[in-house]
Every structure is written in structure tokens, then in C-alpha cells.
């Protein structure tokens, strides 16, 4: 259908036939097929440039020697295209290197546009929706195992560099006077006897002088005991940040699990409780002051008024630690319900030093983790806990890597740009 007429320097020129019969989606349909069928040949072509004349290589202190030419199927957007190409070995026999694979960076078998595209694929979507889109949208028939095998790959060359490998920061469109660090989990069902295990969220958020949200840098991980890669890996972006934006006031915000603030404290210049958990617990209180099944109305009312005074009135939260401590002890009320008022006294105690709203209102500051909250939903949820699905901790991680990749404004671009650098080999 499609072949190549002209041949000059760096450029090709490749004919092909249409043949526009029947409804115009029928010829959209043969439209799709030629295009395809150009790119395959122009491919082909592409292809043949980084391979060797058959001279021996020398790759540090071996020397390698041809083999001679053997014929090799890759994949690439637009079908499978078949290149002879020179393979090589020492002369004590063992591996074989093919210099075409390394110089095009071909990833499992695939060009690295096709590599990219499956593995984007994968990160938003399962196996099998991924096969159907190609099918469907492309009019690539691929395998389901072939498109598993090529976007793991890429996930683990993601996870092999995630320390070695430095990312340029979103595109921001305005000085930032203020970055959010935040970090929660959310639980996802794995194939072991744990069941379901926490995997790890992060943002980094960026507001302007005016209070405006800029990009977000995104961060998760499979689950982790202990944390400390994670943690890690957020360290390292915490202190990217510090290095870009050395003035910027650096906030934590989250809910309120210890272990959060052991590590927030240690990076940021002020701490917050994220106000929508601060405002679960007033549920707790409205609750107990209208504990009867009609009062949902009454419980509803309370709550918003108090949440209210408590982002705005400074002396809100010594009122609301008083009315929990009085509903703690309030015999009419059920055990559960008193407990829930106690676990809210001890909350507001507690954290009391970290829920100055007013003040950070004042100064036009943000009081909510809301970016990661969603993050916990659009990295990890909507992914890893569809129906029946069960995760490994590699696979999991793999996945997560992928979805950072393709949520953090262009990285994605940057990852592949460095592949293009480094090749693809790199967690072999």
C-alpha cells in the first residue's frame, strides 16, 4: 500500500494509494490504514539509520564482531515493521548486542514512541482497556501480555532512577510565595494475606502572591513499611523546591497522624491541620448535641455553624474543646457517642497549636490538604481498586511511578527526553 519513492540525505518520500469507497466511515477506516501504513515504512527507514555497517566495536575493553544480519519484528504506532540488522559477540561467545536496539532505544521490542504510548496507556487504564483502545482508536491488533511486558519495563526504569534522575519543576506562571507540602495514603487491595496495605501520597503545591494554586508536583508509592523510600523521595523534592524558591514560605498541612508531623516539622516553616479533618471531628459534636435520629436537620445546622466560627473566630476552638469535654460526660448519651465527643477533646487538645485558621486566613494562606486528599483518589484509587483487582507491591509500583509521571505537568516529556539521553536499559 505504502513504499518509499525517494531517498535524499535525511528526508523520504513515501506514496501510498486510498481507495475512498462506501460511507465516509468506511473511508476514514482507509484512511487510518494508509496512514498506518505510511508510518510503518517511513519507520522501517528510520529504523535502518542507527544501524552498524557490520565494522567490529569495541564497548569498554571487549571487542565485539559482527554475526552478520538477522532479521528482527518491532513494534511500532502505526503495526509491526521487520528490519534486518546487524548482532554482535565477543569472541568467548555469550551475549548478543544488537547496536541498532541500543541506539534507537528500543524498549522490549518496541520503538520508543510506541513504548511511550503503551505505558501511558497503562498508567491510566487496565490491560485489556488498553488492548481494546489500540484495536479500536489505532488499528493496532497487540497483545495483552506484550503490552503489560513493555509498560512494566518502562515503569521499572521509572523506579530505578527516581533518585538518580532530577526533574525541572512544573512551568509556573507567577513568583510563588508559598509551598504546601502534604502527604497522606490511601488503602489498596493486595495479593497477600495483609489484604489491603497503604499506599503513600505527596503533593508539593504552589501559590502565588495572590493565593493562587500553580501546578502541583505529584509523588506515590506502593506500600511501604517503614515509609523511609518514600519519605525520601519527597525529601529530595522538598529540598529541589527549597533551592528554586529559597524565600517562599514552606507550609505542612495533613491529617492529624503523628507520623506526619515527625516528618513535617523537620521541612516546613509552619504547620496546619487540614481544616476538613478538623471538621469530621465537629461532626463527632454535632452529633452528640443532637443525638436523636430526627435531628439530622439540627446536626447538619451545627456543624456548619461552628465550622464556621472555628475557620474564622480565634476563640473558637478553646469553645469547641469545652463543649467536647462537657459531651464527654453528658450521662444521656450513648458510650459510642461520648467516646466520639472524647476522641474529639482529645483532638482539638492536641492539635490545638497546629488549627490557627483564622490566622492563616488573614494572611491568605491555604487551611486545606484538598490536592492531596484528590491525589489519593486520582493516583491511587482510580487505578488500583477497580473491581477485582489485586496488586503486588511491584506491580503497584510500577503503576504509581507511571501515574506520577503522566499527573506531574511535564514530566512525562522529561522522563522520555532522558531515555532518549540514557537509553532504556537502564534497570537491567
Not at 167 to 175: G, K, M, Q, V
Not at 243 to 249: E, V, Y
Not at 395 to 416: D, E, H, K, N
Amino acid at each position: 500500500m505504502a513504499k518509499v519513492v525517494k531517498r535524499s540525505g535525511e528526508e523520504v518520500t513515501v506514496e501510498v494509494t486510498v481507495r475512498l469507497r462506501g460511507s465516509l466511515l468506511e473511508m476514514e477506516a482507509a484512511i487510518l490504514e494508509a496512514s498506518n501504513a505510511v508510518g510503518c515504512c517511513a519507520t522501517e527507514e528510520a529504523l535502518q539509520r542507527f544501524d552498524t555497517d557490520g565494522s567490529a566495536l569495541r564497548i569498554g575493553e571487549i571487542k565485539l564482531t559482527a554475526r552478520g544480519r538477522d532479521p528482527k519484528e518491532y513494534q511500532t504506532p502505526y503495526g509491526a515493521v521487520q528490519v534486518e540488522r546487524y548482532v554482535y559477540q565477543s569472541s568467548r561467545g555469550g551475549r548478543i548486542y544488537c547496536p541498532l536496539e541500543h541506539q534507537a532505544r528500543i524498549v522490549r521490542g518496541a520503538t520508543p514512541r510506541f513504548a511511550s504510548q503503551l505505558s501511558h496507556k497503562y498508567a491510566q487504564l487496565n490491560v485489556r482497556a488498553v488492548q481494546a483502545d489500540l484495536e479500536q482508536n489505532h488499528g493496532r491488533t497487540v497483545a495483552a501480555s506484550y503490552i503489560q511486558n513493555v509498560a512494566e519495563w518502562v515503569g521499572a526504569i521509572a523506579m530505578a532512577k527516581e533518585e538518580d534522575w532530577e526533574y525541572a519543576l512544573p512551568a509556573l506562571d507567577a513568583p510563588i510565595a508559598t509551598v504546601v507540602v502534604s502527604r497522606d495514603g490511601a488503602m489498596i487491595p493486595m495479593a497477600d494475606p495483609a489484604g489491603y496495605r497503604e499506599a503513600m501520597v505527596g503533593t508539593l503545591s504552589f501559590y502565588d502572591h495572590e493565593g493562587e494554586r500553580q501546578p502541583s508536583i505529584y509523588l506515590a508509592a506502593a506500600p511501604e513499611y517503614g515509609k523511609q523510600a518514600f519519605l525520601q523521595r519527597l525529601e529530595r523534592e522538598i529540598l529541589r523546591a527549597k533551592q528554586h524558591f529559597p524565600k517562599a514560605l514552606y507550609l505542612g498541612i495533613a491529617d492529624g497522624a503523628a507520623s506526619n508531623w515527625r516528618f513535617l516539622e523537620q521541612h516546613t516553616d509552619r504547620q496546619l491541620i487540614d481544616f476538613f479533618h478538623a471538621t469530621e471531628y465537629v461532626g463527632k459534636l454535632a452529633q452528640a448535641t443532637y443525638p436523636h435520629r430526627q435531628g439530622e436537620h439540627q446536626r447538619a445546622q451545627w456543624q456548619r455553624a461552628h465550622c464556621s466560627t472555628l475557620k474564622h473566630d480565634p476563640n473558637a476552638l478553646d469553645g469547641l474543646i469545652d463543649e467536647a469535654a462537657r459531651l464527654s460526660q453528658r450521662r444521656s448519651l450513648s458510650q459510642k457517642v461520648r467516646d466520639d465527643a472524647l476522641s474529639a477533646w482529645t483532638y482539638f487538645t492536641n492539635h490545638r497549636h497546629q488549627m490557627d485558621y483564622p490566622g492563616f486566613i488573614a494572611a491568605g494562606l491555604p487551611i486545606g490538604s484538598g490536592v492531596t486528599e484528590a491525589a489519593c483518589k486520582t493516583l491511587v484509587k482510580q487505578r488500583l481498586c477497580a473491581s477485582g483487582m489485586r496488586w503486588k507491591t511491584k506491580g503497584a509500583g510500577i503503576v504509581l511511578s507511571l501515574r506520577t509521571l503522566t499527573q506531574t505537568a511535564g514530566r512525562w516529556t522529561q522522563f522520555w527526553h532522558k531515555i532518549d539521553q540514557f537509553g532504556a536499559e537502564c534497570c537491567g
